[in-house]
């Protein structure tokens, strides 16, 4: 149990393209899920927490415009790169919170975008 | 500002226990240690958490002394596979609050 799925799990788009990254718990609700981005040879870095059914809160220096975020169900949030440029190329993580499950997070397998 | 410090690499070898220390010094009462692992090119793995008791399961065991300054995670028996970079986290078990992440420790197994 306590799966966490993201699609797609590599991308490589054009610059000025948008990428969308799906984020879903299968096997138990989430009404939080949170965004990473993680560069090579670094550590995760919080982008955003995703709530369902309202507003994701974004972190000190992440632009809300860039990268849009839809909670709009229970089981899946969305990750939007507008526009990217290749300075947005990065392991991009998700993870979803079970309340059932101690509020334990569960991380999904991430997705690699490679922006040209 | 991070709330725990970490070696930034160890090695171990192959059937050893390994035993990662963190320090949490300014730790608050209601602050967890959460530990995860993260295997190169793959979303972290939850291992164990703990508030004041030790705590084992099928993966690992957590020590944390009296005091919860420090941390100590055990992983009685390493293999290859358990080659990652370890994060030790504090964080209140609130749903909802976010996990942030450190530098993290890299185990290197070694046969």
């Known amino acids: 149990g306590a799966v966490v799925s993201q699609h797609p799990s590599w991308v490589i788009c054009k610059s000025g393209t948008s990428v969308k990254i799906e984020c879903r718990s299968l096997?138990?609700?989430?009404?939080?899920m949170f965004w990473y981005r993680q560069f090579p040879k670094q550590s995760l870095m919080l982008m955003a927490t995703?709530?369902?059914?309202?507003?994701?809160?974004?972190e000190q220096g992440v632009e809300k415009d860039k990268f849009l975020i839809n909670h709009a169900s229970l089981t899946l949030s969305t990750l939007t790169v507008t526009s990217a440029h290749p300075e947005d190329s990065s392991f991009y993580i998700c993870?979803?919170?079970?309340?059932?499950?101690?509020?334990?997070?569960?991380f999904g397998p991430g997705t690699r975008l490679t922006v040209l | 500002d991070a709330k725990t410090t970490q070696p930034t690499s160890m090695d171990c070898a192959e059937g050893r226990a390994a035993n990662l220390p963190c320090n949490h010094s300014?730790?608050?009462?209601?602050?967890?240690v959460y530990w995860y692992r993260q295997i190169h090119s793959q979303g972290p793995q939850y291992i164990i958490h703990?508030?004041?008791n030790n705590e084992t399961n099928e993966m690992a065991s957590l020590i944390i002394t009296e005091d919860r300054k420090s941390s100590t995670l055990i992983l009685p028996h390493a293999t290859l596979r358990d080659t990652a970079v370890y994060y030790c986290?504090?964080?209140?078990?609130?749903?909802?609050?976010?996990?942030?992440f450190g530098a993290g420790t890299i185990l290197r197994v070694k046969s």
């Open positions: 993870s979803a919170q079970s309340s059932g499950r101690g509020n334990e997070q569960f």
């Open positions: 096997d138990f609700q989430a009404t939080t």
């Open positions: 995703s709530n369902e059914g309202s507003k994701a809160t974004y």
């Open positions: 300014t730790i608050s009462g209601n602050e967890y």
């Open positions: 703990g508030l004041k």
């Open positions: 986290i504090v964080r209140v078990a609130e749903y909802g609050n976010k996990l942030v």
